[in-house]
């Protein structure tokens, strides 16, 4: 059964945020992000700095694997508290510098790495319609951080999950319909990534290596009230985007999962330059799960010594109810732990953090 999203205002309510890019620089409202910044020598400005929220909006429609996610207080799992929680956390993150967060509409592992995923956590019904209870818990989000003027990295599919969708025109519905209903509401502070790493474990060939580009000019083609959605792709930790990717993406996106050295952290930022089709275009790792924040050489560092952007992914499995990291549900969306606030503290150094 088609469920249709929410009925919008037939115009789109008046946004305060607007992400744009010029050149290598990310800009928000017409100015580039973090004007005049530097630090330690580094260039700041128009850098957009990151975190993996992905669990946003997460939900579990599986009833024999709802159970794992309770909370330790109430014994229940509840999608709208963690909603609730991480829109909390928000004015916090915003305060210490970070300007964006990647969320997931099908998540991802909330196990941290996890070789079977036999929950559902999918905002797309199997015929790639919208399940309104997604729509109106990433609808919430996507408002609060319009408000404060942060940006939303809105990925589409995730791997494990993608198979629900039934076949390839449901895939091709799921993402005109995420494009028009954030058109519809009127957002401009949210970019588009099609897939969590495109070579990994997909199902519909659509959204595999070879063609998900066709998906990115998809979404590029579509324009609502002179605005498009600026769109991308990811990779698995530590590849390098391909030539039909790099030509047609609006922004590269990488991930540092697996890669140790920092220093081929910026092997990584220079062979994506060097590859065919590339122009000046922002960098962005939106994943990462390499810290030793108080050392003076780690992956952050690297990123911005390469002038890319660098995304926290934090997942910490506890066997005491909440889990410490960001991806591992149920989700403690404060600065939490010593690791969370080694990034933020790291994270304020560097941008001067932010009202």
Known sequence: MFNPAPAESPKPPKRKTNVSIVGERFYINDQPTFKGRSWNGNRIEGLLPNSRMVQGIFDDLNPETRSK???????????????????????????HGLLAFTLNLQGGSPEGYSQNQPWINSAFNPNGSWNPDYWNRLRRILNKADELGMVAIIGLFYFGQDQYLTDEAAVIRAVDNTIDWLAEGGYRNVLIEINNECNIRYDHVILQPERVHELILRVKAKKANGHRFLVSTSYGGGAIPKENVVREADFL???????????????????????????????????????????????????ISAYASWGFFDYRLKDDGFNDGYQSVPVNWQISSPRKKAFFDLLKEMTGGLR
């Open 69 to 95: 996610w309770v909370y330790p207080d109430t014994k229940t799992w509840d999608p709208n508290r963690n909603t609730d929680e991480f829109i909390a956390a928000m004015p916090v993150w915003k305060a």
């Open 253 to 303: 996106i990488l991930h540092g999962n697996g890669v140790k050295d920092p220093n081929r952290i910026t092997d990584l930022v220079k062979q994506t330059r060097a590859v065919a089709g590339y122009r000046p275009m922002p960098i962005v790792f939106n994943e990462d799960d390499h810290f030793d924040f108080d050392k003076p050489s780690n992956n952050f560092q690297a990123a």
